[in-house]
C-alpha cells in the first residue's frame, strides 16, 4: 500500500476544523485534561537514547510553551496553533531542524488519535499542513523528502 503523500490524505473525514462538529472538537476534552501531563504518558512509551531524549524533551517544552501561550493544553492544539509554531521554527531554525521538531509533535498527535484512553478524531497538524501555502506544509514537504532520502 502507498503511503500517503499529502497531508490531505492522511485526513479522515474532517478535512478542516469547520468540518468537526463542536461536540467532538478538542477543546471540549479540556476539562479532561487539566494539569494532566499527557506528553510524559506518551514519551513513557517510546524508547529512545539519551540523546534521542534530550532533544525530545526540548521540541516538547517548545511546543507545550506555545500551546500555554496560546491558552490551550498541549494535547488539545488546533490546526491555527501548528501553523503559528510552524512559522516560528521556520523563522528560528533550518527547515531540517524545524522538520525534527515538527515531526516528533505530529507523531504525539497520531498516537493521542489512535489511543483509546483519548477521544482525538482529527490531528491539527494535518490540517494545518493541508494549506499548501502554510508553514506547516512547507515544514510537511521536508518530512515527504526525508521519506524518499
Do not use: C
Request: aromatic share 14%; no cysteine; proline share 3%.
Amino acid at each position: 500500500m502507498a503511503s500517503a503523500r499529502t497531508p490531505r490524505d492522511r485526513l479522515g473525514v474532517f478535512k478542516d476544523l469547520s468540518d468537526v462538529p463542536e461536540r467532538r472538537r478538542l477543546e471540549r476534552f479540556s476539562s479532561a485534561y487539566t494539569d494532566r501531563d499527557v506528553w510524559g504518558e506518551y514519551r513513557a512509551t517510546v524508547d529512545l537514547s539519551d540523546r534521542m531524549g534530550e532533544d525530545w524533551a526540548l521540541f516538547a517544552r517548545r511546543w507545550k510553551e506555545h500551546t500555554a501561550d496560546r491558552g490551550r493544553h498541549h494535547a488539545l492544539a488546533r490546526p491555527s496553533d501548528v501553523e503559528t509554531w510552524s512559522g516560528w521554527l521556520l523563522d528560528q531554525f533550518s527547515r531540517d531542524r524545524a522538520y525534527q521538531h515538527w515531526n516528533v509533535i505530529e507523531g504525539f498527535y497520531a498516537w493521542l488519535m489512535w489511543h483509546t484512553d483519548h477521544r482525538h478524531s482529527y490531528n491539527p497538524f494535518h490540517m494545518a499542513a493541508a494549506d499548501t501555502e502554510s508553514s506547516a506544509y512547507t515544514i510537511w514537504t521536508r518530512k515527504i523528502e526525508k521519506a524518499n532520502d
